[in-house]
């Protein structure tokens, strides 16, 4: 019996949402770190539609890591 290596589902086109089991197209990036484990200037980025912003938002917000929310389409990823 053969079985695939890997899920054969395309790759997206666009950048999708980091909510869970959503696949909608991102439109805001949420950047991010853990002081416990990050450097001051390190970011982490999550990805959000409209629907999921406040939600992930607030997820992030409440521990202290939220640092920036920004619409994808302005973002510059400071490591690139």
Request: glycine residues 4%; hydrophobic residues 40%; aromatic residues 8%.
């Amino acid at each position: 019996m053969n079985f695939p290596l890997s899920d054969p589902s395309p790759a997206p086109t666009t950048p999708q949402c980091s909510a869970k089991g959503c696949r909608a197209d991102a439109v805001w990036v949420l950047a991010w770190n853990n002081p416990k484990l990050h450097t001051p200037e390190r970011r982490k980025t999550w990805l959000a539609c409209d629907e999921h912003r406040e939600h992930l938002s607030q997820f992030l917000g409440v521990r202290g890591f939220l640092k920036d929310v920004v619409p994808l389409a302005g973002w510059a990823d400071p490591d690139a």
